[in-house]
């Protein structure tokens, strides 16, 4: 290929070209906030499970407790 061809090939194509190389950056760019969102969101639940974690341990504790009152 020689210099003019690729600057037909450019002048025909580099519209398109542009395009995909922005929608291509967009996307991207949305998928990563995306991504920052829903990790967010996991560690929220994570900490929310936590919390349920220990308040079932306390009550199991409880219950243990009172079986063993009972039993007595």
Do not use: H
Not at 20 to 25: E, G, M, P, T, V
């Amino acid at each position: 290929m020689d210099f003019n061809t690729i600057v037909d090939m450019l002048g025909n194509q580099g519209i398109w070209c542009a395009l995909f190389l922005y929608l291509f950056y967009e996307s991207r760019k949305d998928g990563k906030e995306r991504e920052e969102r829903l990790m967010g969101c996991l560690d929220s639940q994570g900490e929310q499970l936590r919390s349920i974690t220990s308040t079932l341990e306390r009550i199991n504790e409880r219950l243990v407790d009172v079986e063993c009152k009972i039993k007595e």
